[in-house]
Nanobody, 114 residues
């Protein structure tokens, strides 16, 4: 069956870094674009970054541009989100999403706090 398993979240101090991973199984991962979304407490879900099936096309939200990097390894069926220079405003549950299939992961909590 289809699985998307996020990992890498946690508690980090402002200015710190985290790398999120989303491991996929049960479908042809390399055929689909993948996105990272986040939902902060009391806010609407926000699209953070997207990467095409081959990795050749990438888009970022203005709020994280220059700080976050999305990448993928199709040999490992995994997409990553490297997050640097984190601020408390980045605190949220982060989800990976497979475009065109409407598959969601379970989410991983990122908390930025001193």
């Amino acid at each position: 069956q289809v699985q998307l398993v996020e990992s890498g979240g946690g508690l980090v101090q402002p200015g710190g870094s985290l790398r999120l991973s989303c491991a996929a199984s049960g479908f042809t991962f390399s055929a689909y674009a993948v996105s990272w979304y986040r939902r902060a407490p009391g806010k609407e879900r926000e699209l953070v970054a997207s990467i095409s099936s081959t990795g050749g096309s990438i888009n970022y939200a203005d709020s994280i541009k220059g700080r976050f990097t999305i990448s993928r390894d199709n040999a490992k069926n995994t997409v990553y989100l490297q997050m640097n220079s984190l601020t408390p405003e980045d605190t949220a549950v982060y989800y990976c999403y497979v475009n065109g299939k409407d598959y969601w992961g379970q989410g991983t909590q990122v908390t930025v706090s001193s």
